[in-house]
């Protein structure tokens, strides 16, 4: 089975990072997508996903990300749901980021910042929690 998507959008919002009661990194941010397509008016309109990045990748979208950034995402979907005080069901749906790529820096510009204090344009991250792991083997590996 295959759980795989890939974003380019800007983020709506800037990162929200928190810690676990265990102390690991949780950043949460918004992607604002445009879609391919104009409406009956003739305006292009967006999907907002919501993204969730785990440890080192977390503190460095936390750091590096801001309002209206444009970045490309590639992780998994996932959903969830939860009860409401008022015994209401509620479902989530969010992708948990495995890579995220820095498109812009600074300015705005594309392209990676002479800064030496700047991390690499895109932080991969192998440790999410959950029972997703990228497959990193050769061809010999593969069970096809």
């Given at each position: 089975m295959l759980n795989k998507v890939v974003l380019i959008g800007r983020l709506t919002r800037d990162p929200e990072l928190r810690y676990t009661s265990s102390g690991i990194p949780v950043t949460r941010f918004t992607l604002a997508v445009n879609r391919n397509f104009a409406n009956q008016q003739g305006e292009r309109e967006a999907d907002f996903i919501p993204i969730v990045a785990w440890?080192?990748?977390a503190e460095n979208s936390a750091r590096y990300l801001s309002k209206g950034r444009l970045v490309a995402v590639a992780g998994r979907i996932q959903t969830g749901s939860y009860e409401t005080p008022d015994g209401q069901r509620r479902y989530t749906t969010e992708v948990v980021a495995y890579e995220v790529t820095f498109l812009e820096w600074g300015?705005?510009?594309?392209?990676r910042s002479t800064d030496s204090d700047r991390v690499q344009d895109t932080v991969h991250d192998t440790n999410i929690p959950g029972d997703f792991q990228p497959f990193d083997?050769?061809?010999d590996e593969l069970p096809f």
């Open positions: 440890r080192s990748q300015d705005g510009k594309a392209g083997g050769g061809d």
